[in-house]
Every structure is written in C-alpha cells, then in structure tokens.
C-alpha cells in the first residue's frame, strides 16, 4: 500500500514540477502579443490580406 502511496506523490510531483516548468516558458518581457519566436525585433508581422470587397448590393 505504501507503495501505491509513494508513487502517487511522484507523479503529482512530476506533474506539480511540469506545470511550474512550463508557467515560466513565455514570452519574453520585450515581445509583443503579435511577435513570434523567430521573427527578429523591428519587423513588422506580415499583414493579413482581406477578401476583395462585392460592390454589388443585396436584394
């Protein structure tokens, strides 16, 4: 029974030390919300492009 008891801790500690590991694996303090890992500073994001618009009204 012990044995059952001990590995339940050290998978919760596994988890417990998972979780703690990845909280502190985010972005850096200089990069913004739209910035990725691999773009360098100064760059802006490509820009999303937007359907083109239908000039014809509904009826």
């Not at 044995?3 to 985010?26: D, H, N, P, R």
Request: a positive charge; charged letters at 25%; proline letters at 12%.
């Amino acid at each position: 029974m012990w044995l059952v008891a001990l590995e339940a801790c050290f998978a919760f500690f596994v988890f417990a030390f998972i979780v703690w590991w990845t909280m502190f694996s985010g972005r850096k303090p200089d990069q913004t919300p739209d910035q990725t890992p691999d773009q360098k500073q100064g760059q802006k994001p490509p820009s999303k492009s937007l359907p083109p618009k239908d000039d014809k009204k509904e009826q």
